[in-house]
């Protein structure tokens, strides 16, 4: 099985207002196709870490390595093109530009990357749309959808490139029960046929438990 | 190219979400080019217009023969005293004629000079004109008519009659407008001319001329070479004055030196005469461009405080571009695309309403006494003038949009994305 993602004793501070060690010797990895969740307390450093795993955040010692590739000390550009082709990345709150549709936000990614023509990617973007049942609501303005729904086109959006990880801070913390239960339903389909690997936080203990492995922390610490 | 037709539309997007401030911005940039525009064409217009009244019509080389006193003392030519230093009191001119000498050879000399374009003769008399029991004072110039209006727009000054009038008529006189005022004298009147010597010569009036300069249309007035001999009873040599014109005015200054120091005569230069002339073009020019700057600047700092707003208000986008892929390279290109956007929009705006405030000025009726032939307000069209607009908005709203644009560069996504 090949590693998806490496991480390497990871420590992070924050210094303002005072030195706060917030992650400490994160070290983990996960390999292709497996669904890992991360649980812990609130404030124990969940998102912090995602946002160093997504490469967002460029300020934490040690390495961390993405499919194979080691991503600490690149340019800004070069981690842009990574997080764009590797990394689907689903927010805790929804996210989405609301001037555009629901399609073009969807779509925006992909253009970015630039290996399929607009009509591929406008069909791509609608079968994303239809797995996560909104594909009806494609062609309206994303600043006109629920939050429910905003939260299932951002994670339309994560697949768009067919990434080799899907990151998730709580993407199903704003969803009915249903609709959650569908999203895990997704998760696992496409961890299990396309071989997809998720990473994923959640403090829904039943939707942890359904994962291949919960990765459990504690004020900064993996346990 | 694939990622430069993302940006713009997604640049064009935040353009059209945000109208009024866009509008806003670009009508800024509109303001100050369309006043370029006008600006400038408008000076320019004032400029040739000057031009036109006085380097079209003065001379660029005014040749005659000036009474001054000998530059070299007779003591000067003694040997012995040349060491030492000698004063010499009450210094007077010695009394040479206003006559060039010798005239005639040196107006053909001077046409058959390759940058020559025209050398012509003139006689100026002083006199009086007696019309019933009044006396004025009169300067009264023999010319050449047709040369005259040939070479130095002569015709431009006339208001009744014409060049060729008085060249067929070897008793005729045009007279300056404010002598005919003055005199009630109308075309086919007679006027006398009192020389310095008290003798009348009767002449016949076939027009009027207007100079524009009151002191000279109450005394000038313009006759035939041969009457203005006849006026001073001098022969066909006797010419004061020859003027002369160059194909390159740039020449003026060499070839007056020239004929001044060749011939012995005094050679004045259009350039030594009219100084200030060119000044006033320069500092038209500089008011121009001043004003025209200023706007821009003030359009620049709205469209900079715009795009600022803008940024702060799309803190959000900026994360989500930067999260899902888009560099900061990238999102610095969106910022810098909608402010040249908006240059472009506002700048061909401006050009637009520039040029058709211009049409507008060129067709307002502007008639003054001083320039008889101008009948609206002068107007220049001149390409260049656009391009230059259209570079001034292209820049300015570039820079403008560029520090905005560099703050949203480097806009750290996390901090957005944990601030919610
Ligand atoms: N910018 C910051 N400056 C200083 N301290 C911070 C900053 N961001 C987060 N922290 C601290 O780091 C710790 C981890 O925060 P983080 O957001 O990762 O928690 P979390 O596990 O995601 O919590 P939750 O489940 O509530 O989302 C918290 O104690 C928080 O106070
Ligand atoms: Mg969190």
Sequence with gaps: ?223 | MNSFRIILGISKIHLISRIKQTSIAALGVTFGISAFIILMGFMNGLNGLLDGLILNRTPHIHVYNDIKPSENQPIAYFKDVSETFNVVHSVKPKQTQKKIHNAQPLINYLNQTPKVKGAIPQVSAQGFYISGNQQLNGMITGINALAEANLFNFDNYITEGSVIDLNNNINGILLGIGVAKKMSLRIGDRVQIANIKGEIIPLKIVGFFQSGLAEIDNTQSYVNVKTAQRILAESESYITDINVKLHNIEDAVAMSKFIANEFGLTAIDIKTANAQFETGTSVRNLISYAVSITLLLVAGFGIYNILNMMIYEKMNDIAILKATGFSGNDVKRIFISQAVIIGIVGGVLGLIIGYLVSRLIDNIPFETEAIPNITTYPVVYNYIHYIIAMLFAMISTFIAGYLPAQKAKNIDPVEIIRGQ
Excluded: W
């Design chain 1, 1 to 223: 099985m090949s590693t998806i993602l490496e991480a390497k004793n990871i420590n992070k501070y924050f210094r303002d207002p005072v030195l706060f060690h917030a992650l400490k010797n994160i070290s983990f990895d996960i390999t292709k196709g497996e669904f890992v969740s991360i649980m812990g307390k609130s404030g124990c450093g969940k998102s912090t870490l995602l946002y160093i795993l997504s490469t967002m955040d460029t300020d934490y010692d040690g390495e961390l390595y993405i499919d194979g590739e080691l991503t600490s000390g690149k340019t800004n550009d070069e981690l842009a093109f990574i997080r764009n082709k590797h990394i689907g990345f689903v927010f805790q709150f929804h996210y989405l530009l609301p001037e555009f549709t629901v399609l073009e936000n969807v779509m925006l990614p992909a253009k970015k990357l630039g290996e399929k023509s607009i009509e591929e990617i406008e069909y791509d973007a609608i079968e994303k749309l239809k797995l996560l049942h909104i594909d009806d609501q494609a062609l309206k303005l994303a600043s006109r959808i629920s939050g429910g729904q905003k939260q299932r086109v951002s994670i339309a959006r994560a697949l768009i490139n067919s990434p080799s990880i899907i990151m998730g801070d709580e993407p199903t913390g704003n969803l009915d029960s249903k609709n959650a239960e569908n999203v895990f339903n997704i998760f696992q389909e496409l961890s299990h046929q396309q071989n997809l690997s998720l990473l994923i936080v959640t403090h829904d203990e039943e939707f942890a438990n359904k994962t291949d492995r919960i990765i459990t922390m504690e004020d900064g610490h993996i346990i």
